[in-house]
């Protein structure tokens, strides 16, 4: 088990472009989150994932924002036509709904930092 | 509304020193409360938790926490402080409106410690 792994660490794109981040959960982990985090901010919850379900879509992920979790393991979030306003870390988190061990926090993973010029 | 409130942007404190991470919340029925730090550049790590039980509670790095219900806060300890601590910590209490079951968190803005030689 290596943990929650994010990728890539680092996108710097132009505005207007399309961009896909992708995370990989710990393998036994049947909940999957997403968040974001501006700079100077505290993480805002996007989206969760129970397997490959989408069970909750916060109003900060736009009509331009779309996840998936196809076979209840790794997530994709992708962003249409960035905007400037876009730039933020993309935080992914993982646990295990219907344990113990879900009431005690996330794993998040490192994070993709996303810079749209 | 529920929410986090991180009333201090920044903490400095003396290596060496006792420190606190203030945090106050609101959120309907019993919280969990959470603390996690993030290092720049990198994800977040889960330092610790209050579910139930004592309002004392112990975690990771020598960083304890103490849950006050009538004041609704849940500050963040260290009897004696290190230069490697220094880093951002941010307070988190569950999304209740669910009676928890989506897991997500809603976060504060963060505080950032810095402890001095």
């Known amino acids: 088990d290596t943990g929650v792994s994010q990728n890539p660490r680092h996108k710097i794109t132009k505005r207007g472009q399309n961009v896909t981040f992708r995370c990989d959960p710990i393998s036994e982990h049947n909940r999957l989150y997403w968040y974001r985090q501006t700079l100077g901010q505290g993480p805002e919850f996007l989206t969760y994932f129970q397997n490959e379900a989408q069970l909750e879509k916060s109003r900060l992920l736009s009509d331009r924002f779309s996840a998936e979790r196809p076979k209840g393991s790794f997530s994709t979030l992708e962003i249409q036509r960035t905007e400037q306003g876009d730039s933020a870390m993309y935080l992914c988190?993982?646990?295990?709904?219907?344990?113990?061990?879900?009431?005690?926090?996330?794993?998040f993973g490192s994070g993709t930092r996303l810079t749209v010029v | 509304a529920q929410s986090v409130a991180q009333p201090e942007d920044q903490v400095n404190v003396a290596e060496g020193n006792p420190l606190t991470v203030k945090c106050t919340y609101s959120v309907s029925g019993n919280p969990y409360l959470f603390w996690y730090v993030q290092y720049p550049n990198r994800g977040l790590q889960f330092l610790l938790k209050y579910i139930t039980g004592d309002n004392l509670v112990k975690g990771s790095y020598g960083f304890e926490a103490e849950f006050n219900k009538s004041q609704t806060s849940f500050h963040l300890k260290k009897p004696s402080a290190l230069v490697s601590d220094s880093a951002l910590y941010f307070c988190a209490v569950r999304d209740m409106r669910y009676g928890g079951s989506q897991g997500n968190l809603i976060f504060g803005k963060g505080t950032k410690l810095s402890v001095k030689p």
């Open positions: 988190a993982s646990s295990l709904y219907g344990s113990i061990s879900f009431n005690y926090g996330y794993t």
